[in-house]
């Protein structure tokens, strides 16, 4: 991946530099696809239209009644309303037959290990951003500079 300066030279990106220009590529492409599918979704998962129903017109005439019913047959007997208990199961030993929980201590002590690393890497991280900082900042005074020797060399 190259770059072209303010003075119209070609150079190469720093490869940490040309990491994160991929990240924010990949993280760009991944967002469009989310949109993407969300998209679709909406557009597949339409509800139906509803039918269009008039007015409601005047109640007709009663009709003729139908025919008598026959009695029907007499259903099972019930049981009694309580019902059956069912077995109880043996009583646990007061929580003695459980898996145990974790050691709180070693869970902290664990949670500790994993913020020392986080920081080590945040202190890592802090002096390549410092670096790319003081790169730029470097070359853009020796742009200035070349600058300034360009306009001298104009005038004279």
Do not use: W
């Amino acid at each position: 991946m190259t770059t072209t300066n303010v003075l119209g030279s070609e150079g190469t990106l720093h490869p940490m530099a040309r990491a994160a220009v991929k990240r924010a590529q990949q993280t760009a492409l991944e967002n469009q696809i989310k949109d993407l599918r969300a998209e679709l979704h909406a557009y597949t998962k339409q509800p139906a239209p509803v039918p269009q129903v008039g007015a409601t017109g005047q109640r007709g005439e009663k009709g003729e009644a139908g025919r008598d019913g026959k009695d029907g047959k007499n259903g099972k007997d019930g049981r009694d309303a309580v019902g059956v208990n069912g077995h109880h199961g043996t009583n646990g030993r007061d929580g003695k037959d459980g898996a145990a929980g974790p050691d709180s201590a070693a869970v902290l002590a664990s949670t500790r290990a994993e913020l020392a690393n986080v920081l080590a890497k945040f202190e890592d991280l802090k002096l390549v951003v410092n670096a790319i900082h003081g790169q730029n900042r470097q070359c853009d005074e020796y742009i200035n500079f070349l600058r300034q020797k360009a306009a001298a060399r104009r005038k004279s």
